[in-house]
């Protein structure tokens, strides 16, 4: 992203960023407008706004992907429909969940309706998704493949009732790698465990900004 806009060629079709293409010191303000609106109603807790905080990289940042799939497209819902629009080159995702989606795009179609990859310290976590009971033989040896290749540090695989609307609707059975693994926001932060499906949606270097801040403010009431 430049200090203007995201300049992505499928923004105006693909659902992922809603404020892509629009001017980003424009998009902080709006963000700003918006805190500022919320607890307005709560006067009494008279709270210090400092301006918005521009996120730093603004691009390659992105540590989750939940993707959906259809054919030979893996990415996400068109704008306004169930089409899948395939998001390959995306401009927000970490160079490691392009590396693990572009993998696994070149081996679709498979049975599948879509696919969750979570980046930690150690590697990449991916979910395979399905509703298709009898694909599993077929997604367990691609699970199996995507660790032996290198791609994935661990796979799993998500089997959802049929006609659940959610794409992540079930418990991730871990086929090949571990159960979990290491991730610390920046080198030498702390670490905690992610898992299979995992939400995490936070830009790390802001979130390690707030949890310094926060580990700050603790200090000082403290007076350590």
Same mark, same amino acid.
């Given at each position: ?5 995201? @300049?992505?060629?499928?923004? /105006? ?11 980003? *010191?424009?998009? #902080? @303000? ?15 807790? &008279?709270? +210090?706004?400092? %301006?918005?905080?521009?996120? $730093? ?9 939940? #993707? ?16 899948? =629009? @395939? ?6 995702? !970490?160079?490691? =969940?392009?590396?693990?989606?572009? *993998?696994?795009? +070149?081996?679709? %179609?498979?049975?599948? &309706? ?14 395979? =998704? ?15 493949? =995507?660790? $032996? @290749? ?5 796979? *799993? ?10 794409? #992540? *609707? /079930? ?24 898992? &299979?499906?995992?939400?995490? +949606?936070?830009?790390?270097? +802001? ?16 007076? !350590?």
């Amino acid at each position: 992203m430049t200090e203007a806009s995201l @300049d992505c060629p499928k923004q /105006s079709r693909c659902s992922g960023c809603a404020l892509g293409n629009a001017d980003y *010191a424009r998009g #902080l @303000d709006g963000k700003a407008e918006g805190l500022s609106a919320a607890i307005a109603p709560y006067a009494e807790l &008279h709270p +210090q706004l400092l %301006p918005a905080r521009a996120a $730093s990289p603004t691009l390659a940042y992105r540590l989750r992907a939940k #993707l959906v799939c259809q054919g030979r497209a893996l990415g996400l819902f068109e704008r306004g429909s169930h089409r899948v =629009l @395939d998001v390959s080159g995306c401009r927000v995702l !970490s160079a490691a =969940l392009t590396a693990a989606s572009e *993998a696994l795009r +070149q081996r679709l %179609p498979l049975p599948i &309706h879509g696919a969750d990859l979570r980046e930690t310290s150690e590697g990449v976590l991916i979910t395979l =998704l399905s509703e298709e009971p009898r694909a599993r033989p077929e997604l367990e040896r691609v699970a199996r493949a =995507l660790v $032996s @290749d290198g791609v994935a540090l661990s796979a *799993a695989v998500a089997l959802r009732r049929p006609g659940d609307v959610r794409l #992540l *609707a /079930s418990e991730p059975e871990v086929v090949a790698g571990p159960s979990a693994a290491r991730h610390a926001l920046s080198e030498g932060a702390p670490y905690a465990y992610a898992a &299979h499906g995992g939400f995490v +949606q936070a830009h790390a270097a +802001q979130a390690s900004y707030v949890y310094a801040e926060i580990a700050h403010g603790i200090g000082e009431r403290l007076g !350590s």
